[in-house]
């Protein structure tokens, strides 16, 4: 056996491990470069069908999210309906419309403009009071609300107004229960 040609023959065969060696590796760098833009394409493409279904789906998603937030009481029969101040435009409607169905037979504002649009509705001033004068925030109107129903003799009242004044109101009259 000649020794010059096992070491060719050695040398040879490293030379081509070397190179099938370096093959698979690059191979191996584009399979997972290739395997991690699928994913980031899978990704993109799963947000993309969200926002999609977001920006479709939005009457329904932001009603869900609307209803929610509403606070509302089943309504009924009560002694009063107090007009809190600041919705002239929808409010004393509102009340005016309790009184017509005969639910309530009071109606209290604490505001003149208020009791001028239920003037012009067709209340009859005898069912219109004034439960407070240039009261400035929920809080206030809360105050002189329940010093008026104590006065009266109320045990139940509607507050027309805004469901986020409607929270302050609930909150601020379950805190003078507790202090009361």
Known sequence: MKSGSFGSE???RR???????????GQ?????LVETLGRILVVLTA?????????EGRPWLLQSAADQWIVSDPL??????????????????????????GWVTKILVDEPDSKAVLLKLGTPESAIETFGHAL????????ALRAWAEQHNLHSVIAVAESLEVLASKRENSKLRREG
């Open 28 to 32: 191996s760098s584009i399979a997972r």
């Open 76 to 101: 009924g029969p009560a002694d009063a309906v107090a007009v809190f101040g600041g919705g002239v435009a929808d409010r004393p409607f509102a009340a005016a419309q309790y009184y017509r169905q």
């Open 47 to 55: 947000v993309a069908l969200l926002g999609v279904g977001a920006w």
């Open 15 to 25: 030379k081509e491990m070397v190179r099938t060696l370096g093959r698979t590796a």
């Open 10 to 12: 050695h040398g040879h």
């Open 136 to 143: 400035g925030n929920t809080h206030q109107e809360a105050l």
